[in-house]
């Protein structure tokens, strides 16, 4: 199907930020790895470093997406087609077979990939949990070894009557 050549220099344009997603995806999904084998080396410098590029990259594919939405608004205005939601399944109607096929299988390779990367992600964050919930009963159970329980006393010290307690229970005599 024959568009004018508005129409067509906004399927380029949408065709083009979708192949920008992927790419950030992909870049996304290595950082996230690289983040992997940092959290098991437990270094928190590097760590920091990655998380970063992580932002960054996930603030490049937020302006992609945003740009993602104006083409696929544009092209739905002049293509005549009224958009439910934002998406670029609704585009497909409007299109030729070859277009919508190439448009969908670039959407559904930028769609596992986020898949890909928010599973990794869960990941990532189970082992940062487990590194943080050790260092707390580590830390825990440091204190308890350095911090004297109730009924220390230095030596020679006698220990009032009204203070001695029985058992867990509290009671005084």
Request: charged share 25%.
């Amino acid at each position: 199907m024959e568009h004018n050549p508005q129409v067509q220099e906004l399927l380029n344009s949408l065709e083009n930020v979708l192949v920008q997603e992927f790419r950030t995806l992909q870049s996304l999904i290595v950082a996230t790895k690289q983040e992997r084998i940092l959290l098991n080396k437990k270094d928190p410098d590097a760590i920091m470093m990655i998380v970063e590029e992580k932002e960054g990259l996930l603030d490049q594919f937020g302006l992609l997406e945003e740009k993602r939405r104006m083409y696929i608004t544009s092209i739905a205005s002049d293509l005549k087609i009224k958009l439910t939601s934002v998406t670029i399944n609704e585009l497909y109607p409007g299109l030729d077979s070859t277009e919508s096929d190439r448009l969908q299988r670039l959407n559904d390779g930028v769609i596992m990939l986020v898949q890909q990367s928010r599973d990794l992600n869960y990941g990532n964050q189970a082992l940062a949990r487990t590194a943080l919930d050790w260092l707390i009963s580590a830390q825990s159970f440091l204190l308890s070894l350095t911090n004297p329980s109730e009924s220390y006393r230095p030596p020679g010290v006698k220990q009032s009557v009204d203070r001695v307690s029985f058992g867990d229970l509290g009671m005084k005599a």
